[in-house]
């Protein structure tokens, strides 16, 4: 059963950066891509984006200017840098698991992280 | 991008009701679709995959069924832990997409 755990800052300033990390426990990292997903308070879900082990990646088009997302093989953790944080970045921000094969929705999540950008 | 419609945005309902939300796909997505359930400040939890078929764990009230554009999550008699918001999620293109939500709630 895989586990997954997301760590980083609840407040952070207009045009910085954010950086959450996402350690991944309870299953290999290999058979799964691996996401961040937002959601605004008391609005809908938003996917990020997703990083494999190989390091490709694929980024939401609305966001794909200021995200980066990285993984570290070597200790099963995965990143987001999301920049130029505006009010409206402020959401609850998940990491998340889904298949490689079959494709599927998404399997694990994390309980979720809230980030507040505010000066 | 694919967008997803869900409706209603709420819905009011006694327990053992039969509820029905309905998702549309702005293009087709073939049978690519989950629904997840979510409860106040918890991640969302996957219910039904590839349309209608149950993930393990979820109970037999849940059903999902379509393919295409149109899309159903029915649960056949409401009870009281299926007071929540449900979300639908399609995986056949990136970006990756999710409809607004359906909030049930208690009659």
């Known amino acids: 059963q895989v586990h997954l755990q997301e760590s980083g800052p609840g407040l952070v300033k207009p045009s910085e950066t954010l950086s959450l990390t996402c350690t991944v426990s309870?299953?290999?990292?290999?058979?799964?891509?691996w996401n961040w997903i937002r959601q605004p308070p008391g609005k809908g879900l938003e996917w990020i984006g997703y990083i494999h082990y190989s390091g490709s990646t694929n980024y939401n088009p609305s966001l794909r200017s200021r995200v980066t997302i990285s993984v570290d093989t070597s200790t099963n953790q995965f990143s987001l840098n999301l920049s130029s944080l505006t009010a409206a970045d402020t959401a609850v921000y998940y990491c998340?698991?889904?298949?490689?094969?079959?494709?599927?929705?998404?399997?694990?999540w994390s309980q979720g992280t809230l980030v507040t950008v505010s000066s | 991008a694919i967008q997803l419609t869900q409706s209603p945005s709420s819905l009011s309902a006694s327990v053992g009701d039969r509820v029905t939300i309905t998702c549309r796909a702005s293009q087709g997505i073939s049978s690519a679709l989950g629904w997840y359930q979510q409860k106040p400040g918890k991640a969302p939890r996957l219910l039904i995959y590839?349309?209608?078929s149950l993930e393990s764990g979820v109970p037999s009230r849940f059903s999902g069924s379509g393919s295409g554009t149109d899309f159903t999550l029915s649960i056949s008699s409401l009870q009281p832990e299926d007071f929540a918001t449900y979300h639908c999620?399609?995986?056949?293109?990136?970006?990756?997409?999710f409809g607004g939500g359906t909030k049930v709630e208690i009659k």
């Open positions: 590839d349309a209608s």
């Open positions: 999620q399609q995986f056949r293109n990136y970006p990756l997409t």
């Open positions: 998340a698991a889904r298949p490689v094969v079959p494709p599927r929705p998404f399997d694990y």
């Open positions: 309870g299953g290999s990292i290999d058979p799964y891509y």
